[in-house]
């Protein structure tokens, strides 16, 4: 018997200390200031709380993906939600030519209290333009990997750049939207954000965001340059450019005018969709389009974009925006600042703009405008 009491007696004592504890633990936590709890759920140790901004503008993320992608697709929102978007809780639009399986749209709903759109690519815009030779183009595709040793382009990625480099921005999906943040899926954010770029876009009357800029290959695009000749010679555009930042003006060695293959990486970018939707840009991606170089050599919807911005923009719709953090694949934009490396986990030592190819530190020094005769004369 007394085993037994001595044993209650030390399990009621037990229970009274855990039960203190308890009421001091709560007692602490309704002391601390409620914003300390904000922040600690996106970011862990910041110096201070990040800026919320004001009221959200009409954009929204997109990603053109498929089913299977669903760990690459997840692994970014995670990124973009902890670093920016629990914050703001922006719309996310997810395209495709095939239907996205239940465990797809549930999955990724579940990554977000944002409303998640799903829409299907017309056909349409996911097969061979009429013009093209399907044989000359997957001949064209497998020489080209041959040269470069790498697996030859699925038909499939042609046609997902094509799609981007115009078309996505009068899918029925994204008509109520006037800003686009274009997701890759198993992209990465580095740093988080303390500021709407969104609202950076608007406020500052930006067309176009860009984090990584690089010169793209020579057998690349060998004719997107001339391309873009015959369509300035032959439409006569006008107004405003940025034609300095792709070309580099006559030296004492030369007289012409040198296309330096400058290009933006649209996996990430921040984009005015009016911009696609207007008539001026419309009217080149067709002419290009026509030239049929996006199947018979190996132009993207970054030739495409980049050829667009320089032609049709000037420098002071266009930022580099070199504090965001970023990293898809071997390629990241990493803010060296000790205030921003504060809220950042990446290596600014190995941020792409300091390799010589990188043409983003370049926009700022070179992109201006050239008078159009100039070229057409060169």
């Not at 050829?307 to 934009?333: E, I, M, Q, T």
Request: neutral net charge; charged residues 20%; contains cysteine.
């Amino acid at each position: 018997m007394r085993g037994r009491t001595r044993f209650w007696r030390i399990a009621a004592l037990g229970l009274l200390l855990f039960a203190g504890a308890m009421l001091v633990t709560r007692f602490r936590s309704s002391q601390e200031p409620k914003s300390l709890t904000a922040t600690v759920r996106y970011s862990e140790n910041l110096p201070a709380p990040l800026f919320s901004g004001t009221a959200l503008q009409n954009g929204c993320f997109v990603l053109v993906t498929r089913t299977i992608s669903l760990t690459k697709v997840r692994r970014t929102m995670f990124d973009v939600e902890k670093r920016f978007n629990n914050r703001f809780n922006y719309p996310y639009v997810f395209l495709s030519e095939q239907p996205f399986s239940e465990t797809f749209q549930r999955s990724v709903r579940k990554m977000t209290n944002a409303s998640v759109i799903f829409g299907l690519i017309n056909g349409e815009y996911w097969q061979y333009p009429e013009w093209i030779n399907m044989d000359r183009a997957e001949r064209a595709a497998e020489a080209w990997a041959d040269a470069n040793d790498v697996s030859a382009d699925r038909s499939g990625w042609r046609h997902m750049v094509r799609f981007w480099a115009a078309p996505v921005a009068m899918h029925p999906a994204l008509h109520q939207f006037k800003y686009m943040w274009r997701l890759e899926p198993g992209s990465h954010y580095t740093c988080d954000f303390t500021y709407d770029p969104f609202d950076y876009m608007q406020s500052h009357g930006l067309s176009y965001g860009f984090a990584i800029s690089m010169e793209a290959m020579p057998d690349t695009v060998p004719t997107l340059w001339d391309a873009a000749l015959e369509y300035i010679q032959s439409s006569k555009p006008q107004g405003e450019n940025s034609l300095g930042w792709l070309i580099s003006q006559p030296t004492w060695k030369s007289q012409y005018l040198h296309y330096n293959r400058c290009e933006f990486l649209t996996n990430f970018e921040l984009v005015d969709l009016d911009f696609i939707r207007s008539e001026e840009y419309q009217q080149l991606f067709d002419y290009l389009d026509r030239k049929s170089g996006i199947y018979y050599e190996h132009w993207t919807d970054a030739s495409i974009r980049s050829l667009a911005v320089a032609l049709l923009l000037a420098p002071s719709k266009v930022r580099w925006f070199d504090d965001v953090g970023y990293k898809h694949d071997l390629l990241n934009n990493c803010p060296a600042g000790a205030n921003r490396q504060m809220r950042c986990h990446c290596d600014p030592s190995k941020s792409s703009h300091l390799v010589p190819m990188s043409c983003s530190a370049r926009w700022n020094l070179t992109a201006s405008r050239i008078d159009f005769d100039t070229i057409s004369s060169s």
